[in-house]
Nanobody
Framework: QLQLVESGGGLVQPGGSLRLSCAAS????????IGWFRQAPGKEREGVSC????????NYAESVKGRFTISRDNAKSTVYLQMNSLKPEDTAVYYC????????????????WGKGTLVTVSS
């Protein structure tokens, strides 16, 4: 069964850090481009970051550049999102999603989705 499971969310103070994990099972992660998306209360889901299947090229939303880092460990079938200098506006449910091949993460083309993990940034 093809599955993505996010973990690592929680409550953190502004300026703090969290590392999210996206664990894949049922398929070989190596061949998939993985994206992180988020949906804040009352807002539409948006793309946060993406890491390609080949070469591991990365891209980020402007709002998280310089603060978030995406990485992958294919041996562990896991993709990470290191989030530093967190702000209240980063509060959202974070989802990871997979696309076979590719180098970008267009939301409507992502094939597999996790159920999300909640990140709350508040003092």
């Amino acid at each position: 069964q093809l599955q993505l499971v996010e973990s690592g969310g929680g409550l953190v103070q502004p300026g703090g850090s969290l590392r999210l994990s996206c664990a894949a099972s049922g398929f070989t992660l190596d061949y998939y481009t993985i994206g992180w998306f988020r949906q804040a209360p009352g807002k539409e889901r948006e793309g946060v970051s993406c890491i390609s299947s080949v070469g591991g090229s990365t891209n980020y939303a402007e709002s998280v550049k310089g603060r978030f880092t995406i990485s992958r460990d294919n041996a562990k079938s896991t993709v990470y999102l290191q989030m530093n200098s967190l702000k209240p506006e980063d509060t959202a449910v974070y989802y990871c999603a997979a696309l076979f091949g590719g180098r970008r993460c267009p939301e409507n083309a992502m094939l597999y989705w996790g159920k999300g993990t909640l990140v709350t940034v508040s003092s």
